[in-house]
């Protein structure tokens, strides 16, 4: 009789459940010297002693050479679009209205890049080569934290071209190599 029941009513095909984790991030050697001095103010990259590449943040070994990267450089406060995105869907509890920006950025005297916001720029003439700087939150906020930096915001000088991104020296760019 319950079969009846059952056979008569509309089969369920999805139910909303939504699911929230907590993580508990163990940062590990390389990353705890670079939080260290992010506290400090300071970005730091690690230099692979096989090939010269500078990581930052540093995982602590060279991905190409699997040497580990013990040498540690400062870096500058500018950097190098690139790639972006423009995101347009808001995330929960983030303060950031959309549109805004998320880009890949190279620090001057690094390799590679890492992933920070843009502000104080116009979405729409944002582009890959453009040279950026970091603008930090006040010193009594800084934390263990990237986003002691809040944002990058442009700067007025010559773009990077593509195939020099990633190989701009920490004593910055002036429009050649
Ligand atoms: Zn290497």
Same mark, same amino acid.
């Given at each position: 009789m319950?079969?009846?029941?059952? /056979?008569?009513? *509309?089969?369920?095909?999805a139910?909303?459940t +939504? ?16 939080? #260290? ?5 300071k970005?730091?990259?690690?230099? %692979?002693?096989?090939?010269?590449? !500078?990581?930052?943040p540093?995982?602590?070994? %060279? ?9 540690? !450089? ?6 190098? !679009?690139? /790639?972006?995105? @423009?995101?347009? @869907? ?7 209205? +959309? ?8 620090? *001057? ?10 502000? $104080? %720029? *116009?979405?729409?003439?944002? #582009? ?6 970091? !603008?930090?939150?006040?010193?009594? $906020? ?15 000088? +010559?773009?990077?071209? @593509?195939?020099? @991104?990633?190989?701009?020296?920490? /004593? ?6």
């Amino acid at each position: 009789m319950s079969e009846e029941t059952t /056979s008569s009513e *509309d089969d369920i095909t999805a139910i909303e459940t +939504p699911v929230y984790l907590t993580y508990n991030f163990t940062a590990g050697e390389a990353t705890t010297r670079f939080l #260290h001095q992010v506290r400090k103010g300071k970005v730091m990259g690690q230099r %692979c002693p096989g090939c010269g590449n !500078v990581y930052a943040p540093a995982r602590g070994s %060279c991905a190409a050479c699997g040497l580990p990267t013990s040498e540690e !450089v400062e870096l500058g406060n500018k950097a190098t !679009v690139q /790639s972006f995105t @423009i995101v347009w @869907i808001p995330i929960p509890n983030n303060p950031i209205q +959309p549109p805004y920006i998320v880009a890949n950025l190279v620090p *001057d005297g690094a390799n590679i890049s890492f992933i920070h916001l843009m502000s $104080e %720029c *116009d979405n729409d003439s944002v #582009h890959i080569g453009q040279r950026v700087e970091a !603008v930090w939150k006040p010193e009594e $906020e800084w934390d263990y934290a990237m986003d002691n930096i809040r944002y990058f915001r442009p700067l007025d000088e +010559p773009d990077v071209p @593509i195939e020099m @991104i990633g190989k701009v020296p920490l /004593s910055g760019w002036e429009g050649k190599a």
